[in-house]
């Protein structure tokens, strides 16, 4: 067994958008080619269910957009093991299984669960157990590969912790079986959660302030345009602040040195035009000028090979066929080492 695997994944809940891309895309890509670890990328269907269980065609629809996006960022089935969870049954049975070593309260207890909850308007009737439950579901993920390392980001600390409580009791109830998996954070706060474009701290479908992978030129102009800057920067020679500031913030995140010579050569650096606008001086269209020009070029080879894929959904359902049928096969034995522990292996 691989000392080295990491286990990540999406919701297919919608296209996905920049913050995925600095957040996690970006990494797993980097990680995925740094060839040190064995790599399993999960399509979270069934966890996408648990609150659009009357609307599955949104997230069947959705598989196969999530699929395109990672293919289009770098992602390479020939490196990494990319698959549907929905595909892989031992997932739900190892999720039966460790159901009974957690307590409703500690389930009640997970700060990213109760944060969640609170978002979500559809729940005023009540709360679908199998979103409930969905820390136990995500632990099944992580021990089915075995995986020692999950990127997550700061927010999904509290689902880690809670796989690590699992894996702990089931290993001191039924000897060591599961192996403890750690987390990996972003190393920068700033590209673990991007803002929205409209300066709200999440980015997202519902709340429509994202810039999408799959976006056209046009449309990211147009995005870029109606950005939130600085309210009170109302004149060009007003003092700007940068640090709320959605457009400096993509800025230091995506705006190379390379940008600043081919776009802006008034400007060396980040910290250069930061410093200009912060003293005043510099108006708000020539930085979101600027900031389109860096995501056009940083976009669109990701948007080229996007519409490239687009054109073989064949190729993109067998890839997930065949490397759903591989991770089956490494859950089907962590699921058998499982049932042995617990001694329900009974015909063997």
Same mark, same amino acid.
């Given at each position: ?91 739900? %049975? ?21 944060? %969640? ?8 009737? +009540? ?33 880690? %912790? ?36 409209? +300066? ?80 005043? +001086? ?27 894929? %687009? ?38």
């Amino acid at each position: 067994m691989s000392t080295n695997i990491i286990l990540t994944g999406d919701r297919p809940t919608g296209n996905l958008h920049i913050g995925h891309y600095v957040g996690s895309l970006r990494k797993r890509v980097e990680l995925q080619n740094s060839g040190k670890y064995e790599t399993f990328i999960m399509i979270a269907d069934a966890q996408g269910l648990t609150d659009n269980a009357e609307t599955p065609e949104k997230v069947r629809e959705n598989v196969l957009n999530v699929a395109l996006d990672y293919l289009a960022v770098g992602l390479d089935p020939k490196k990494s093991t990319i698959f549907i969870q929905s595909q892989i049954p031992e997932l739900t %049975e190892l999720t039966f299984f460790y159901s009974n070593l957690v307590t409703v309260a500690r389930l009640q207890r997970n700060p990213t669960v109760k944060t %969640e909850i609170e978002q979500k308007e559809k729940f005023k009737n +009540g709360v679908p157990v199998g979103f409930f439950t969905y820390p136990i579901s995500q632990a099944a993920d992580i021990t089915a590969f075995n995986a020692t390392v999950v990127p997550v980001g700061e927010d999904q600390l509290p689902m880690i %912790e809670q796989t690590r409580e699992i894996v702990h009791k089931f290993n001191s109830i039924y000897g060591e079986t599961l192996v403890m998996p750690n987390a990996m954070v972003p190393e920068n706060a700033t590209e673990a959660r991007l803002p929205g474009i409209d +300066g709200n701290a999440k980015m997202g479908k519902s709340l429509n302030n994202a810039i999408y992978l799959s976006d056209d030129e046009n449309t990211i102009a147009a995005k870029v345009k109606t950005m939130f800057t600085d309210p009170n920067h109302l004149r060009v020679e007003d003092p700007g602040n940068t640090t709320d500031n959605p457009v400096f913030i993509y800025l230091s995140v995506f705006a190379k040195p390379e940008h600043f010579s081919k776009f802006l050569p008034d400007y060396k650096n980040y910290a250069e035009l930061a410093a200009h606008y912060e003293r005043g +001086g510099l108006g708000d269209v020539k930085v979101k000028k600027f900031l389109n020009e860096v995501l056009q070029e940083t976009l669109r080879p990701i948007r080229e090979r996007r519409q490239m894929f %687009e054109k073989n959904p064949e190729y993109i359902m067998q890839m997930l066929k065949e490397g759903s049928a591989a991770a089956r096969r490494v859950a089907a034995k962590t699921t058998d080492r499982v049932k042995r522990a617990m001694k329900l292996n009974y015909f063997e």
